[in-house]
């Protein structure tokens, strides 16, 4: 995130993509969780419909 911080950014826009960041990451724990089996499939399903409803307008 350093790399952000020399680009002209609104505080705002900072903080909107340090989310998107952060969710990216958790997504990403998520599937080697899934991988590992430490997480059901259906608790895998969940998480990842709670990010996609989040992101649904990207897309």
Request: net charge negative; aromatic share 6%.
């Amino acid at each position: 995130m350093e790399n952000l911080s020399q680009l002209d950014l609104a505080p705002k826009e900072m903080d909107q993509i340090q989310s998107v960041v952060n969710d990216l990451v958790k997504a990403q724990q998520l599937l080697d969780r899934s991988i590992r089996e430490e997480i059901s499939p259906n608790e895998f399903l969940q998480a990842a419909s709670h990010l996609k409803d989040r992101y649904q307008h990207f897309f």
